[in-house]
């Protein structure tokens, strides 16, 4: 059971260039969700998706767009990289409806922009 | 707006010590809390979740308490070892239009020497 995963683990892009990252949960949960980290900030909430078909902005979305595939994957994408996007970005996954809705964490994509 | 904030930012303990590390919020109205660790470079590890209606949960040598009505929580951790030098983060989940999010802390660096 492999849990929450994230392609790749490590990526440098050039500013203006495009790439997607991509995450895939087996644990048959409805909710998606993408986040950045940086020094200082915290995790932020750049996208989420309550189900398949759906998805909805969070806390920092501008410069990125995301798709629900389908159930298992969630990806993320950014059209023109911009060095400000430096960050480790985080997806997560959690059953909607169940008792604690805890969240499970993949690890991560560690992202540098030149 | 929610707003969740850990202090102290880090902390050096020898070995063997007691400690707690403490995790504040501003609206008291959240469906959980999740005690996450983070070592270097890697992703989270969730480590305790508790539910609105709970007081503690512990798992270990862990032991985290809630109070909902003063906005703050505490992380235990008894008898400390070098393995548990990480980084720890507090997220409280908060729903909004019927669907949760969590808001992440800053995180308390911990390093325990031998």
């Known amino acids: 059971n492999a849990g929450v995963t994230q392609t790749p683990k490590f990526q440098v892009l050039k500013t203006g260039q495009s790439m997607t990252l991509q995450c895939a949960q087996d644990?048959?949960?409805?909710?998606m969700y993408w986040y950045r980290q940086d020094p200082g900030m915290g995790l932020r909430l750049i996208y989420y998706s309550a189900s398949e078909g759906t998805t909805d902005k969070g806390e920092v979305p501008n410069g990125y767009n995301v798709s629900r595939l389908n159930k298992r994957e969630f990806s993320l994408r950014l059209e023109s990289a911009a060095p400000s996007q430096t960050s480790v970005y985080f997806c997560a996954s959690s059953e909607e409806g169940s008792a604690t809705y805890e969240q499970y964490f993949g690890p991560g994509t560690r992202l540098t922009v030149t | 707006k929610q707003e969740v904030t850990q202090i102290p930012a880090a902390l050096s303990v020898p070995e063997g010590e007691n400690l707690v590390l403490n995790c504040s919020f501003t609206?008291?109205?959240?469906?959980?809390l999740q005690w996450f660790r983070q070592d270097p470079g890697k992703g989270l590890t969730s480590l305790l979740l508790?539910?609105?209606?709970?007081r503690e949960q512990t798992s270990g040598r862990l032991n985290a308490s809630l109070d909902k009505s003063s906005g703050r929580s505490t992380l235990y951790i008894a008898a400390s070892q070098p393995g548990d030098s990480a980084t720890y983060l507090c997220?409280?989940?908060?729903?909004?239009?019927?669907?949760?999010?969590?808001?992440f802390g800053t995180g308390t660096r911990l390093l325990v020497s031998p």
């Open positions: 609206d008291s109205a959240i469906y959980n």
């Open positions: 644990m048959n949960h409805n909710s």
């Open positions: 508790i539910q609105s209606s709970q």
């Open positions: 997220a409280v989940s908060v729903m909004n239009t019927g669907f949760q999010k969590l808001v």
